[in-house]
């Protein structure tokens, strides 16, 4: 058992927040999975909840993007996942970068109320700018795992979700026929091509 396992069981009776964060296809989501079966092993009740308006692989599921999935409740935004969690051990929310700022907010009042919230999301949009209410919920979060997926064209740690596409709104779903994950410099020369 790691430092956190360990962490988490002693305080079991204490909330916390759980930030995963980092770029497209760097396992954010894979990272979610993993806790939550080991939650549900530990005899845990888990809900999690995705927004509605991501419906890439699934209306109500949790997918990854090496397809392992699991069933997930759809929401319209945060103030929803207060009214459907009732009484659980573990909130799990992905693609939270989609949320609005009150996310935040209903966060905290769960870890408040003695459940273990486990939050993905981008921590930055396509253009290298914070996203969402991540900032925020890495402020308040206890616990943050930064992942990173692999620079496509030099083969470094990649942070940053370039999209190839001219569209020019914040929020575009897509998949590596929109985004690609690249290092520092490779997105920097990218941003100039």
Do not use: W
Not at 22 to 48: C, D, N
């Amino acid at each position: 058992m790691d430092f956190l396992e360990n962490t988490l069981k002693s305080n079991s009776k204490r909330g916390s927040i759980e930030v995963i964060t980092g770029s497209m296809f760097s396992g954010k989501t894979e990272e979610l999975l993993r806790r939550l079966r080991r939650a549900k092993i530990a005899g845990l009740k888990v809900e999690i909840f995705k927004p509605s308006l991501d419906k890439r692989y699934s209306e109500n599921r949790v997918v990854s993007h090496d397809e392992t999935s699991i069933p997930s409740t759809p929401v319209e935004n945060p103030t929803a996942i207060l009214l459907l969690s009732g009484d659980v051990n573990v909130v799990a929310i992905d693609e939270a970068q989609f949320f609005d700022n009150s996310l935040v907010d209903v966060c905290n009042y769960l870890a408040d109320s003695g459940i273990r919230v486990i939050v993905t999301g981008l921590d930055m949009d396509f253009m290298g700018k914070p996203f969402g209410p991540i900032p925020s919920l890495l402020a308040v979060s206890e616990y943050i795992t930064k992942v990173h997926a692999i620079c496509i064209r030099c083969g470094s740690l990649a942070q940053y979700s370039y999209r190839k596409s001219d569209e020019e709104q914040v929020v575009v779903l897509g998949e590596k026929d929109k985004y690609e994950p690249l290092c520092r410099v490779c997105y920097n020369q990218a941003l100039k091509e």
